[in-house]
């Protein structure tokens, strides 16, 4: 005699099995923090990263383009940062490191 399979499966109750509970998909208006948060640069600011808000992640991208495109790390120590005048009227300084011009950097932006 053969048994059929419905009467040698067992239900262990181990198995997940979705809820009507379950919530949805995030959308676009959770909240942002840290790097993912939007900013607004200051005029100074925006003369060298655009004007339009941005997230802190890509507007350390663009400060750093624009070090990178105008040749103003230090040729030897490549942490400080040689501003030109557009970048010297945010940082205030004839040289930083490149870990205060962070701090710097976020005193321009709202």
Do not use: C
Request: net charge positive; proline share 4%.
């Amino acid at each position: 005699m053969a048994k059929s399979k419905d009467s040698t499966t067992k239900n262990t109750g181990t198995a997940k099995t979705a809820t009507s509970n379950s919530k949805p998909a995030e959308t676009t208006t959770k909240a942002r923090g840290g790097i993912a948060q939007q900013v607004t640069p200051s005029a100074e600011l925006g003369a060298i990263v655009g004007k339009e808000p941005l997230t802190r992640a890509e507007l350390t991208k663009r400060v750093w383009d624009y070090i990178k495109s105008h040749d103003l790390q230090d040729a030897n120590d490549r942490r400080q940062i040689n501003p030109d005048a557009a970048l010297k009227q945010v940082l205030g300084k004839d040289q930083v490191s490149m870990f205060e011009m962070t701090k710097l950097i976020n005193q321009h932006v709202k």
